[in-house]
């Protein structure tokens, strides 16, 4: 697929401290992708050489195929983790002239941002001042000043910080609802639960480098590494004799549940996992039988402690 | 619309809605007025209460406290017999002090003490002193036993109160010469020089402020992911400018409308001169002058014009040094090391303002009216003297010369400043961003 976004060999060093070291990766045209990491890895920097805020010592960003420019970052709507907007200002005049700052008329920013306001259940705000506001308000009112230009490329600094459950789904919708009207959708954060329910691909920062990059997917599907459980009633002789020499059992059982008894086991190749379910079926009762995938929680723990 | 117009508007918007807006500026030409009309009122009123002082004269035949004269100031109670001073502590705590005279006081006119009971004042000293000086100067020429002494005592008698000075300005007829009075003009002067140092101080910290807020609350963050740092800062300037243009032109119409109609009606009804002249210690006639000067409405105009553009190019240049700092630092406590450089030429053209009655030509007075960083006000104040059309227009070319450089120096710190978070840079940095590619 096409990148929108490319990031060669960036590296950055503050006063004794590297930030960033060598970090490369590929945006997909109309993705959704999270930029992963701990505290302090990296990624707020990585996003503001992104958009010409801070300078890399070297390394390159590309957008749609040449090389980034300021015109460019003026279309890239950013939404920075530490939120920004004008106390005094009202809500509604300040949206507009945010809308107008990227180019956008005063009518069509109005009807827009009328639309937004009606959606995310703003409107009635729309003449009070940001300052009477709760957080999760403000919030909102943040996200739509950042994406009513409808950029082709929206950057989300930890989107989901401070919001309840109710809104940070409907946040997500509005997100996913961005994405299939083509906008490309980086963000970052540590919150991965949303990754799994939204990401298509990711890269993991740790220690300002890249660690682990590729779809959300595939990356959970190999670090499962062919790992099923099983539930089932039968002797522990016959369930071993069923699965020798194709599969090698985890650990103990896990105890028995309703009558059945839990055992993981480790399948060594994919091919043979149609048979190992052909022999447990004939010799023992079988009662289910699901592949382990770990959370992105897992995945991310263990990429950061290097013990994937 | 261009976006630094839009920012423009955004920090004119913001500013004129604000209630302090309305109240500072209905305020002050209010203020100003009471400046410009309490001295005559005051004047009419004749001031602070009368101080008794107690007189306790041990000269032959008290020849000293029986000659001294009451007036406004002090009247003097002078108490017969020989009254010991411990005697008039006690009795006397009252009043405002006691006068003591030493015996011998014609040959040692140092012998003189004033007891108080209340605070000193330097009216009350030199009147005292005055009197005294003029009672024993007679005194003693009387020794000298001169025929027709009391005829040509009151012949020397002679004062000079004020000199009529006119302006040389190339009129053939004589009678054309304006009128002018240094007291009028350093006065008025005075009230330039402070409006434009209000000004440069209180609106160039809004610029600072402004930025910092700015910074603070993140806001900066997406407005340089939708303008360039030079968007940004122009415009944060202009739209204070613009604030304090309009902020002027209130106060110019206010002020001229109050000269042109309130002046006259608070002066009118009263017989200027003849009250003036019936007022005691009158400073002078120039007083008058002042007078017709602020009511004269084309003068006030032509005055606030010259005054409009050392406003402009005096904001505009010392905005820019602020919004330069406001970028650089995080807080407003890393601010204040910075904004003591740049008040520091400001204090300069204070004094020197204060020194151009003095001469309004001198060296130092004529260098500090060219340099922009002194210019503005030091040159508001030089204006109401008469000073030649070319030293005013040299002095704005060199003014808006400055603000470009001004404005380019400060776009670059400002550039590398606004991304810059955490530790407070140094001067050294600062060079180092302006140097920076």
Redesign the interface.
């Known amino acids: 697929m096409e990148s929108i976004l490319k990031i060669e060999h960036v590296s950055k060093t503050y006063t004794g401290h590297r930030a960033l070291d060598d970090v490369s990766m590929e945006i997909p045209r109309g993705s959704i992708y999270g930029l992963l990491g701990p505290n302090g890895a990296g990624k707020t920097t990585l996003i503001?050489v992104v958009?010409?805020?801070?300078i890399p010592d070297c390394g390159k960003v590309w957008f749609e195929g040449h090389e980034i420019t300021?015109e460019d970052?003026?279309q890239?709507g950013?939404m920075?983790e530490?939120?920004?907007?004008?106390?005094?200002?009202k809500v509604g005049e300040q949206a507009v002239?945010?809308a107008?700052?990227?180019g956008m008329g005063r009518q069509q920013a109005v009807r827009k941002l009328h639309e937004w306001f009606d959606r995310l259940g703003l409107i009635d705000w729309w003449d009070k001042k940001v300052e009477d506001l709760s957080k999760g308000m403000a919030q909102k009112v943040q996200f739509i000043?950042t994406v009513v230009h409808e950029p082709k490329l929206l950057i989300f600094d930890e989107p989901f910080s401070g919001f309840d459950p109710i809104n940070a789904n409907l946040l997500k919708q509005e997100i996913l609802g961005l994405r299939d009207r083509g906008a490309t959708v980086i963000f970052s954060t540590h919150n991965m639960e949303s990754v799994e329910e939204i990401c298509d691909d990711i890269t993991l920062i740790n220690k300002s480098h890249n660690i682990l990059s590729g779809s959300v997917d595939e990356i959970r599907r190999k670090a499962g590494g062919n790992t099923f459980l099983v539930l089932y009633s039968g002797t522990n002789q016959d369930f071993c004799a069923a699965v020798t020499g194709k599969a090698n059992l985890i650990g103990q059982s896990e105890g028995v549940i309703g009558g059945y008894t839990q055992q993981k086991i480790h399948i060594q190749s994919d091919d043979d996992v149609r048979e190992v379910i052909g022999s447990l079926n004939d010799k023992v009762k079988l009662r289910s039988f699901q592949e382990i995938i770990p959370s992105m929680n897992d995945i991310f723990i263990r990429a950061v402690n290097g013990t994937l | 619309m261009s976006k630094i117009g839009l920012i423009i508007e955004r920090e004119f918007a913001e500013r004129v809605r604000k209630k302090s807006f309305i109240v500072s500026t209905l305020l002050t030409p209010l203020f100003m007025i009471a400046m410009m009309v309490l001295p005559s009122v005051m004047m009419f009123k004749g001031g602070s209460s009368t101080k008794n002082v107690v007189v306790i004269d041990n000269s032959p035949e008290q020849f000293v406290g029986r000659k001294l004269v009451s007036g406004k100031t002090v009247s003097f109670n002078l108490l017969e017999g020989n009254e010991s001073i411990s005697n008039a502590r006690m009795m006397y705590k009252n009043d405002y002090g006691i006068l003591v005279i030493g015996q011998n006081i014609l040959d040692n006119p140092q012998d003189i003490q004033l007891i108080l009971n209340d605070a000193s004042s330097m009216s009350v000293e030199e009147n005292i002193q005055n009197q005294i000086q003029s009672i024993l100067r007679t005194e003693r020429l009387k020794r000298c036993d001169l025929e027709n002494m009391d005829q040509i005592l009151a012949d020397a008698n002679v004062r000079v109160n004020s000199i009529q000075t006119l302006k040389n300005n190339d009129q053939e007829d004589d009678e054309k010469m304006e009128k002018t009075s240094t007291t009028a003009s350093w006065l008025m002067g005075l009230i330039l020089g402070m409006m434009l140092y209000f000004i440069l101080i209180v609106y160039g910290q809004q610029v600072l402020q402004s930025v910092i807020d700015e910074k603070q609350t993140r806001v900066l963050d997406v407005m340089v992911t939708s303008c360039t740092p030079f968007e940004l800062m122009m415009g944060k300037i202009l739209g204070i400018a613009v604030v304090a243009a309009l902020q002027i032109v209130i106060w110019a119409v206010l002020i001229i409308g109050a000269s042109a109609f309130v002046m006259p009606l608070v002066m009118g009804g009263t017989d200027v001169e003849a009250a003036l002249a019936a007022a005691q210690n009158v400073p002078d006639p120039e007083v008058l002058s002042m007078v017709g000067k602020f009511t004269n409405v084309s003068y006030l105009a032509g005055l606030f014009l010259e005054l409009l553009l050392y406003i402009v190019g005096g904001f505009l240049f010392y905005a820019s040094m602020y919004a330069a700092i406001g970028s650089a630092v995080d807080t407003p406590q890393d601010a204040a090391q910075f904004n003591g450089i740049i008040m520091m030429p400001v204090i300069v053209a204070i004094m020197v303002m204060m020194s151009v009655m003095n001469d309004p030509n001198s060296d130092l007075v004529f260098w500090c009216s060219m340099i922009p960083f002194t210019s503005p006000i030091v040159m508001m104040a030089r204006i109401p003297f008469g000073i030649p059309t070319w030293q005013v227009a040299v002095s704005l070319v060199v003014l808006f010369i400055s603000f470009f450089l001004m404005v380019w120096v400060a776009a670059r710190i400002f550039r590398v400043g606004v991304f810059m978070h955490g530790k407070k840079p140094t001067w050294k940095d600062l060079g180092a961003w302006i140097k920076m590619k």
Do not use: Q, V
């Open positions: 503001r958009n010409h805020m801070t300021a970052i003026y890239i950013y920075p530490e939120r920004g907007l004008y106390k005094k200002m002239f945010f107008r700052m990227r000043t």
